[in-house]
Nanobody, 130 residues
Framework: QVQLVESGGDSVQAGGSLRLSCAAS????????MAWFRQTPGKEREGVAT????????DYADSVKGRFTISHDKAKNTLYLQMNSLKPEDTAMYYC???????????????????????WGQGTQVSVSS
């Protein structure tokens, strides 16, 4: 059973930076598609970034391209999301997710949906004030 634990959420001013972490445990030797999603009250969970741990293929939501960077430290079994130039519209609960079967390819071909991912963390809150 894969377990994911997020950390790093905080309250920051617009233009600031945060780095979210997602510590994973219970992995097999298989590679996974790992992702960051975010959700605000009353809205559907939306994909922010995805990364294939077996090959580093990444993609991002258009709203965060050029500002956010997803990365993975295999030795630490930890996924990161570096968020720069934060905007108030980035305010949300951020979730880490993983799935061994999702293709994790270009979002132009297969955009990620919450239902595509089997394992989820509990979330970490990011609040950006103007």
């Amino acid at each position: 059973q894969v377990q994911l634990v997020e950390s790093g959420g905080d309250s920051v001013q617009a233009g600031g930076s945060l780095r979210l972490s997602c510590a994973a445990s219970g992995y097999t030797d298989s590679s996974y598609c790992m992702a960051w999603f975010r959700q605000t009250p009353g809205k559907e969970r939306e994909g922010v970034a995805t990364m294939y741990t077996g090959g580093g293929s990444t993609d991002y939501a258009d709203s965060v391209k050029g500002r956010f960077t997803i990365s993975h430290d295999k030795a630490k079994n930890t996924l990161y999301l570096q968020m720069n130039s934060l905007k108030p519209e980035d305010t949300a609960m951020y979730y880490c997710a993983a799935d061994p079967l999702f293709p994790c390819t270009s979002w132009n071909l297969i955009p990620p949906r919450g239902t595509d991912f089997r394992y989820w963390g509990q979330g970490t809150q990011v609040s950006v004030s103007s």
